[in-house]
């Protein structure tokens, strides 16, 4: 049976409520139903949107913490949101991208002319996509299931929302789907990977059901690790503290990257030229220095008061259940942090 045509009635939501129960007491990531549940939209979602050709021809890259887990396994977390790259010239549609690059780079008004046109094009390409993507939609007949576009996002954020069967209070997790989009990669680096949901690993249950599947173009882990590490810097060292809630996710998946991804991943010279480049050039924050980077001044470690309140969020992440297994202490991942920090500016220096 597929698995969508149990939200159809009732009755069937029960019957729903019960299997998503019977897989979280054996699930070996030990997540509870509300998160198999939220799964199972993330993963038809990714699918409809490399599969049904949503995206409407666009190079995207599917990035972030969920591409980290679902597409690399290199994270032990339930992640949720969907973040996807459309890469730049894609979306301002240019000619020469090398041209269209060094002419919108030129200098700081050239940067600010392009990232408002930018945002304009963005904001244009998503009010046409929340089209196509409602309409497939609708194609479910599932009372509840639509998308709208967050108020003041600029087009950035779109919610997709579904009837649940087991969301639960103080989880720790968005009742909704987020897809958040960005024209912010430099060079064109995706890797196609096969994305399957929690519930395909219980074989009562897959056997017994249709679930969602698919193939998506998920971001280079090179380019992953200095979009990562990068905004860690940003974090550290940006001139308003930063909104903390949701935060402390960062932290928790560099040290997984840098501890089990392939030794010297952040050694990429093109991903560390490409992505301060492009972070510097276009989306530059007030008091942050992302070429210092290249000189050996990554900052991976926040000050003390931020820190604390880091600290508090990732608390309430692992008494919300966001984690397949306890996870070490923040103390823990910020001590391997700070020598990973020495150890990264070392090699940066080296370079110079």
């Known amino acids: 049976m597929d698995i969508f045509d149990y939200y159809r009635t009732e009755a069937k939501r029960a019957e729903l409520k019960l299997i998503l129960d019977y897989a979280a007491q054996n699930s070996v990531r030990g997540l509870g139903a509300n998160f198999l549940e939220k799964d199972i939209w993330v993963t038809e979602i990714l699918r409809l949107l490399y599969e049904e050709d949503l995206l409407d021809g666009h190079d995207v890259a599917f990035k972030g913490g969920t591409a980290l887990s679902k597409c690399y396994s290199t994270i032990e977390r339930f992640s949720e949101d969907i973040d996807l790259s459309i890469h730049w010239a894609d979306l301002a549609e240019s000619g020469d991208e090398v041209v269209a690059w060094e002419q919108t780079t030129r200098n700081p008004s050239q940067q600010r002319k392009f990232r408002r046109e930018q945002r304009e094009r963005l904001e244009g390409w998503t009010n046409e996509f929340i089209q196509r993507l409602n309409g497939r939609l609708s194609d479910y007949g599932i009372e509840g299931l639509s998308a709208e576009i967050e108020d003041g996002s600029g087009g950035e954020k779109i919610d997709i929302h579904f009837p649940h069967v087991a969301f639960q209070d103080g989880s720790y997790q968005l009742e909704h789907v987020l ?47 200095w979009e990562k ?42 991903a560390l030229e490409n992505v301060v480049a492009m972070k510097s050039a276009r989306w530059a924050t007030r008091g942050v220095s992302f070429e210092d980077i290249l000189s050996g001044e990554l900052v991976l470690i926040p000050p003390d008061g931020l820190l604390k309140e880091i600290k508090r969020d990732y608390d309430q992440s692992v008494s919300g259940g966001m984690f397949f297994s306890a996870p070490d202490s923040f103390a823990d991942i910020i001590e391997r942090l700070a020598k990973q920090q020495d150890l990264i500016n070392s090699f940066l220096n080296g370079r110079c």
């Open 179 to 225: 897809l958040e989009f960005g024209g912010r990669n430099r060079g064109r680096p995706t890797v196609s990977k096969p994305v399957t949901t929690y519930l395909s690993e219980i074989d009562e249950v897959s056997k017994a059901h249709t679930l969602p599947k698919a193939a998506v173009e998920a971001y280079h882990p090179d380019y992953i690790i």
């Open 229 to 270: 590490l990068t905004a860690l810097h940003q974090f550290c060292t940006q001139e308003n503290a930063p909104d903390t809630v949701r935060l402390s996710r960062h932290w928790y998946d560099v040290d997984c990257i840098l501890r089990n991804l392939e030794e010297g991943t952040y050694q990429s010279a093109e």
